[in-house]
């Protein structure tokens, strides 16, 4: 059984930083594709970022150059580095596991990633 956990959310101010982790069990995250995602309220469900391997990442275009996705697979655990924070920013963040055969391990192109697995989320609000 796959079990994702996010930990991290809470209150930022503009500008500022927070981490995010993801804590898997059920599947070695070194093996998978894994990515963030976030809803905001009155929103649809929007792809954050994604790693594959350790080391191939990809990101939505509004976050690109302020996230970083990371993992460690001692630990297994996925993280989100989240800089420059933003008002927009406000959402639940969630992590996923897996991914469906008809996608790709990106957030761009014409297959985007979706995933098999997902946690119940962490909510991270940003106040200016």
């Known amino acids: 059984q796959v079990r994702l956990e996010e930990s991290g959310g809470g209150s930022g101010q503009a500008g500022g930083s927070l981490r995010l982790s993801c804590v898997v069990s059920?599947?070695?995250?070194?093996?998978?594709?894994m990515g963030w995602f976030r809803q905001a309220p009155g929103k649809e469900r929007e792809g954050v970022a994604t790693?594959?391997?350790?080391?191939?990442?990809t990101y939505g275009n509004s976050v690109k150059g302020r996230f970083t996705i990371s993992t460690d697979n001692a630990s297994n655990t996925l993280y989100l580095q989240m800089n420059s924070l933003k008002p927009e920013d406000t959402a639940m963040y969630l992590c996923?596991?897996?991914?469906?055969?008809?996608?790709?391990?990106?957030?761009?192109?014409?297959?985007?990633?979706?995933?098999?697995?997902w946690g119940q989320g962490t909510q991270v609000t940003v106040s200016s």
């Open positions: 790693i594959v391997t350790g080391n191939y990442t």
């Open positions: 996923a596991a897996g991914r469906r055969f008809y996608s790709s391990c990106t957030m761009v192109g014409p297959r985007p990633y979706v995933p098999i697995y």
């Open positions: 059920g599947v070695s995250i070194g093996t998978v594709c």
